[in-house]
């Protein structure tokens, strides 16, 4: 084992797996940024977009050729002070660096194994949260737990079994026309970023490569914003769902993360205006009001044919399907 410019030479022991991980996100880090951006001039013949590989270790102060082994996945391991530079140069945010510190495995920013089972405690805190929709994901968004007015809002979804009870499998299988998700364009690029991020620490890990590899078989769409290698945090943001009773519902989603077990969070909706409100309690009150037949409508003759105006939700909506 050898040491130079920061950088340890290890032997074949660590999987190629984590390594290529390590190199793509380099690269695609390397590529998105412009010699303008960094105060370069742009060159006359480029070959490739964004920074050179040399460029790169020039502004970061590393050697070119270990810049370039530890982009091209060779077996080493780069300190703390070397990756800090290279994160700096090639201007990650917070979660990216965690992502590129994770792939290098390096010892502090990792986390113990996570257990299998919720405390007992935390269905209670969902079920005291209600008429709030509450739920727990892990990193990988299989729902692990929800109260009534979660399963009111969200009933096909909760009713699935096995890798089919999983946020991102469900919305990504489904066709656009029927996924419940509003806001696609925002929330989808989003959600596979805070995957792509948690899957730095399970590289390698069948049960995450084969679920990655199987929901990029199934969708293209997903298969095409994982290549990106963008990585995200967990975190605060507006959602807007269509359901097939009531029509939009939008939410202000906020994730707690959980001591125990490791990489699970509580995600709270909070209901962002009046009316949304009064659309979560309605179907709160109604458990029975959603369908599961995609690209049903609720026309206004039909809510008019229910001679009881408890029975009718609190607005007419034109909607496709409750697929989440």
């Not at 695609?28 to 920074?51: A, F, K, N």
């Not at 959603?290 to 001679?307: G, I």
């Amino acid at each position: 084992m050898g040491h130079h410019d920061g950088v340890t030479i290890q032997p074949h022991t660590r999987t190629h797996t984590r390594r290529d991980q390590l190199a793509a996100f380099l690269r695609s880090r390397r590529e998105r940024i412009t010699p303008q951006d960094v105060g370069l001039p742009p060159g006359l013949r480029r070959r490739t977009p964004g920074l050179r590989r040399e460029e790169v270790a020039q502004l970061a102060g590393v050697g070119v050729t270990w810049y370039t082994w530890l982009e091209q996945g060779r077996p080493i391991n780069a300190s703390v002070q070397v990756l800090d530079a290279i994160a700096r140069t090639l201007r990650l945010d917070a979660a990216e660096r965690e992502h590129l510190y994770r792939l290098a495995d390096l010892p502090e920013v990792l986390q113990p194994p996570s257990g299998d089972a919720l405390e007992p405690e935390v269905q209670t805190i969902l079920d005291q949260l209600d008429p709030l929709p509450a739920c727990v994901y892990n990193n990988r968004y299989d729902l692990l737990a929800w109260n009534d007015a979660y399963a009111a809002i969200f009933s096909s979804f909760v009713r699935r079994s096995g890798c089919e009870r999983n946020a991102l499998w469900r919305i990504f299988t489904l066709p656009a026309c029927c996924c419940p998700v509003v806001n696609r364009d925002e929330e989808l690029p989003q959600m596979v970023a805070t995957l792509r991020a948690a899957f730095a620490r399970h590289v390698g890990e069948p049960a995450w490569t084969g679920f990655v590899s199987r929901l990029s078989a199934a969708s293209s769409d997903f298969a095409r914003m994982w290549a990106t290698h963008d990585v995200a945090r967990p975190g605060s943001r507006m959602k807007i769902f269509n359901h097939p009773a009531v029509g939009l519902i939008r939410m202000a989603s906020t994730s707690l993360a959980l001591p125990t077990p490791s990489e699970t969070r509580v995600v709270v909706y909070t209901p962002a205006d009046e009316e949304s409100r009064e659309r979560a309690g309605w179907l709160k009150a109604h458990p029975g009001a959603s369908s599961d037949h995609p690209h049903t409508r609720v026309t206004e003759n039909s809510l008019r044919s229910d001679s009881s105006a408890s029975h009718r939700p609190p607005t007419v909506a034109v909607i496709q399907s409750n697929a989440l």
